[in-house]
């Protein structure tokens, strides 16, 4: 049995390693006036654009064979259906995975979007569906829907995106979503049907992803914590007579010794602002619950990174460093490779990883990590690009 791997792309910016903060490559950061901006020698623009980087990004990863990247979509990211199209014109094989929210999409054009990227890609799109954190931050994006109410709709909209991807006509009455016979037109409704990655650690969420998903996709967790949510979705899944396959999307910071990774996260802390971190210390994790769960594992004092070191090689500042999720995985390329081993034995079909720069650590992760990591039967079970 295989296991598939993805890598991010990082549609925000970022910087050139953890130590440094200014996230200059690109040119998501206007006023970061000490960022070095491409261009020829005589002053002129080179037309080297951030969508090249990304480009650069993408092709490494499909080198280093990964199968696709997850691109993020938060309010201070670049847009991920536009994004996707652009890179599937510079890769081959490489897969979209496209986070987005039921709920701001109508599901007809939802469904015509995603059959006509897979006309043009070869079928290289597929979803990851988030239902929101609430909060402030789901206001941003104009909604005001509650917590389970928004899983309810992320479940009818996924019932409305299958129901005319057969090709109709197919009529709907629910809470959310009414439909008359609508149905993808011939040839887009022979395109294949994107698989979906699904995320989401309430039990609403559960129940949504226990319907549709693929496979259900969480953050890294404490491993009885993962062990115990893939085997409580595993089971609801089986109940409705389906089966689902489970997936951990990942920061990773790997080097040829674990004292030279520990010694860059060490480098990476002692740059982190003191506003950040008494930011950090009061941040709200809106009514996502797999937020909860990750704010919950934050030390109680913190003096030194190695507050943050949960258990062996399991670091639980990321998202200091980064922003994002809280924990991940810092080691030796060993190291790295055993505990994605372990987490296979736990449960995980695929994973997601990142590490910044997503440029070069996508060559050292897919050279000197992915080799390492045996999956399920032994070694050479990770699902390569062609
Ligand atoms: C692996 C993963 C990736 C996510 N990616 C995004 C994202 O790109 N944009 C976003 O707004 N939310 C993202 N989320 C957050 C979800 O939208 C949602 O807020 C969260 O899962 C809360 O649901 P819950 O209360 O069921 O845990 C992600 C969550 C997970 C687990």
Request: with cysteine; charged share 25%; net charge negative.
């Amino acid at each position: 049995m295989t296991i598939d791997v993805f890598w991010r792309i990082p549609t925000h910016g970022e910087p050139s390693s953890h130590r440094a903060r200014s996230p200059f490559r690109g040119d998501w950061f206007p006023g970061n006036d000490n960022r070095t901006l491409s261009g020829l020698s005589g002053g002129g623009d080179d037309g080297f654009t951030y969508i090249d980087y990304l480009a650069e990004i993408a092709r490494a990863a499909e080198i280093s064979g990964f199968q696709g990247g997850l691109i993020p979509s938060f309010p201070n990211t670049d847009e991920p259906w536009v994004i996707s199209a652009f890179l599937a014109r510079e890769t081959k094989n490489f897969r979209f995975m496209i986070p987005f929210q039921p709920g701001f999409l109508n599901p007809v054009t939802a469904a015509r979007m995603t059959a006509s990227l897979q006309r043009a890609t070869g079928g290289r799109a597929l979803y990851n569906i988030i239902t929101g954190g609430g909060g402030p931050s789901q206001l941003w994006w104009g909604d005001p829907v509650k917590h389970d109410d928004r899983y309810g709709r992320t479940t009818e909209f996924l019932d409305v995106l299958k129901g005319i991807w057969a090709g109709g006509p197919f009529s709907y009455n629910g809470q959310f979503y009414q439909v008359e016979d609508a149905g993808l037109p011939d040839p887009l409704s022979k395109e294949e049907y994107p698989e979906i990655y699904f995320s989401g650690s309430s039990d609403a969420a559960l129940a949504s992803a226990s319907k549709h998903a693929d496979y259900y996709l969480s953050w890294l967790e404490p491993f009885d914590l993962i062990k115990d949510k893939f085997a409580r979705v595993k089971e609801r899944t089986d109940q409705l007579g389906r089966k689902i396959k489970c997936s951990i999307r990942v920061d990773i910071l790997a080097r040829p010794t674990e004292e030279e990774a520990w010694r860059e996260i060490s480098r990476g802390f002692d740059n982190i602002p003191k506003d950040v971190l008494d930011r950090y210390k009061a941040q709200n994790a809106g009514d996502s619950v797999g937020a909860s769960r990750q704010r919950g594992l934050r030390p109680q004092t913190i003096n030194s990174y190695k507050d943050f070191i949960l258990s062996p090689n399991i670091w639980t500042g990321f998202n200091l460093l980064r922003g994002g999720q809280t924990l991940g995985i810092v080691g030796s390329y060993e190291n790295v490779a055993a505990r994605l081993d372990e987490l296979v034995q736990l449960g995980a079909d695929a994973f997601i990883l990142a590490s910044t720069p997503h440029l070069e650590e996508a060559y050292r992760v897919g050279e000197e990590v992915l080799p390492l990591v045996r999956g399920k039967a032994g070694a050479g079970n990770l699902r390569a690009v062609a």
